[in-house]
Structure formats: C-alpha cells, structure tokens
C-alpha cells in the first residue's frame, strides 16, 4: 500500500555529515507526518525528529542543534540533515509515516533502515 525507500547512509567520520533521504510511493491520498527514529544496537527505537503536517518539527533532545528535518511535499520525501556528527549518533536510522491511502485508510508505515556510522 505504501512504500518508504530511504537513502544516505554510510560511514563518515566524527564531526562529519550526511544526508538522509524517503520517498514513500504507492497508492497515497495524503501525508499526515514523516519522520526518522533510529536504534542503537542492543538499544530500542528512539525518535529523532518528526515533521507534521502541521505544527513545529519536533527533535530528539540528543540531536537539537546539529540535525535537522524537512520535507518537499510534491515529492513525497522527507530529508535529515546530519551535522556535527558524534560517535553515539551511530545506528540504523528508519523513516517513518503516518499516510492516509486514497481509500482513505490511514496506516503507519516504516522504511527498511539505512545504517550510519561515525567512527574514525
């Protein structure tokens, strides 16, 4: 029904950046909120920034400052721009969305998971 394809990931040295793209396809209406949550291994899933559809973008208290989320709503695409990278931002980072279908069904859907490390 939806599809979220994420993108960006990789190794990158401490203080570095990275980019992180999703695109959710599929048989979509509307977008209600996007977001990215990440987990550490041997860690649970933690929220690290969420753009509604309205409203403020919301942070990770551990990431404010240093990431930052957007979205371009013709695409379909929410972005995380990671600077001032920290060993501890290490971990699978998933996108999430909150998508109402054309049958006006309105379903929570995750992406596969792209893998960041930050290490020197």
């Known amino acids: 029904q939806v599809q979220l394809v994420e993108s960006g990931g990789g190794l990158v040295q401490p203080g570095g950046s990275l980019r992180l793209s999703c695109t959710a396809s599929?048989?979509?209406?509307?977008?209600?909120?996007m977001g990215w949550y990440r987990q550490a291994p041997g860690k649970g899933r933690e929220l690290v920034a969420v753009f509604p559809s309205a409203g403020s973008t919301n942070y990770a208290d551990s990431v404010k400052g240093r990431f930052t989320i957007s979205r371009d709503n013709t695409k379909n695409t929410a972005y995380l721009q990671m600077n001032s990278l920290k060993p501890d931002d290490s971990a699978v980072y998933y996108c999430n969305a909150n998508v109402r279908l054309r049958s006006m069904e309105q379903v929570n859907a995750w992406g596969q998971g792209t893998q960041v490390t930050v290490s020197s």
């Open positions: 599929g048989r979509i209406f509307a977008i209600n909120s």
